[in-house]
């Protein structure tokens, strides 16, 4: 086997990242385009270092006419290195890439459980998550999708996607490809500039490159990971906050919210006094209220000591488990606002008749 400085680098790369464990089992997304390629090709290359046990999933969308030969090309590659194959195929052909890609990990996740597969792997690259964070950025997005793509997310229970070739660009791959002499499958669709990630990938980003940043997928890449490590924290600390604010008390989350460091130089954030005798409002609803028993309630006076990144938070997570979609900046705004304002103002209601009111220190949710 001819080792190669991609070889070190994504052997580095697992084990610094601790990707995967020793003698597990990986089932591999293959499309035959040169990233899955490539990335099969170095996993089979590290196979007798690790002892995994390797196979391979292609997922046919049917959104070609040449799809079945793709699923066949595929298949005789994965016969030819003696890997167990698995081909799911849809029932009818998807009517969009979200749609695709939510079916695509359906299907790879069952057949990971069906086979007793550890992890499910795929060849998303550096260029990848470069386009994925234009993508999210010219629709409109928080950090949380400007960080695109991680390194790894559970599935499903005993299930997780791994993206070890997040440091590869696709010049990288392709440049494998054609020195591993593989043989790649075109996508046709690749090229079709209807698809908003091809144009992206087509148009604007060759764009940059030549007259902003060489590096540009590289440096977008970069900037995704520094993303990705701060929201993992932010979310953390909003969490806390949030318990705090339910109870009505600081520090009743896994940390102490106002013990960050030397208090003196926080100000009034650090000067929280004895806490076991806080002034606010008590959690046991008011039977003097107007308004019924709330389905979640928020104490304002401890979200409005902490920061407005951390307060749009909260919200957005109180909101994400009583909308059916992500929610949007204004709905997120819409709930924020009402850590301020007076007694008995009221939110308009929310997708499926949630509404928000203020009940002197709350904030309480209910349902229409």
């Known amino acids: 086997m001819l080792w190669t400085p991609l070889h070190a680098k994504i052997h580095r790369t697992i084990s610094s990242r601790q990707l995967f464990k020793r003698n597990q089992r990986l089932l591999v997304a293959v499309s ?22 390797l196979g391979i999933a ?3 969308h049917r959104w070609r006419p040449d799809s079945q030969e793709n699923a066949e090309h595929v298949e005789s590659l994965a016969k030819s290195w ?16 979200a749609a ?5 990990y359906e299907v790879l996740s069952a057949t990971a459980v069906e086979n007793h597969y550890n992890y ?5 690259t550096a260029s990848d998550r470069a386009e ?16 695109a793509l991680g390194w790894q997310r559970q599935l499903t229970d005993g299930i997780m996607l791994v993206r070890p070739l997040l440091e590869l660009t696709r010049t990288q791959t392709g440049q494998f490809c054609q020195d591993f002499q593989l043989p790649v499958w075109e996508d046709s669709t690749n090229q079709d500039l209807k698809y908003a990630r091809n144009r992206i990938r087509q148009v604007l980003l060759p764009y940059l490159r030549e007259n902003f940043n060489s590096q540009v997928e590289t440096a977008l890449a970069q900037t995704a990971e520094l993303l990705q490590a701060e929201v993992e924290y932010l979310e953390q600390a909003a969490y806390q906050l949030r318990q705090e604010a339910m109870s009505g008390e600081w520090g009743v989350g896994s940390g102490e919210w106002g013990d960050r460091g030397d208090r003196g130089d926080r100000g009034d954030r650090g000067d929280r006094g004895d806490r076991g005798e806080n002034n606010y409002s008590s959690p046991i609803p008011n039977p003097q209220s107007p308004f ?3 389905l979640s309630r928020l104490n304002r006076r401890v979200l409005q000591k902490a920061p407005i990144a951390l307060q749009r938070r909260v919200m957005r997570q109180v909101l994400q488990e009583i909308l059916k979609s992500a929610p949007s900046f204004e709905q997120i705004e819409k709930l924020t606002a009402l850590i301020t304002a007076p007694n008995r103002s009221q939110t308009d209601p929310f997708p499926g008749g949630a509404i928000a009111h203020v009940d002197n220190d709350w904030i309480c949710l209910r349902q229409l």
């Open 32 to 53: 035959g385009g040169q990233d899955s390629l490539c990335l099969i090709k170095l996993l089979l290359d590290l196979q007798s270092k690790w002892g995994w046990h």
């Open 58 to 60: 292609h997922c046919d």
């Open 82 to 97: 003696e890997i167990s194959f698995y081909l799911q195929t849809a029932a009818q052909p998807l009517n969009s890439e």
């Open 100 to 104: 695709a890609r939510h079916w695509r």
């Open 120 to 124: 499910v792997v795929t060849g998303h």
């Open 132 to 147: 994925t964070l234009l993508y999210n950025l010219v629709r409109g997005t928080g950090a949380d999708g400007l960080q």
């Open 292 to 294: 019924p028993t709330p």
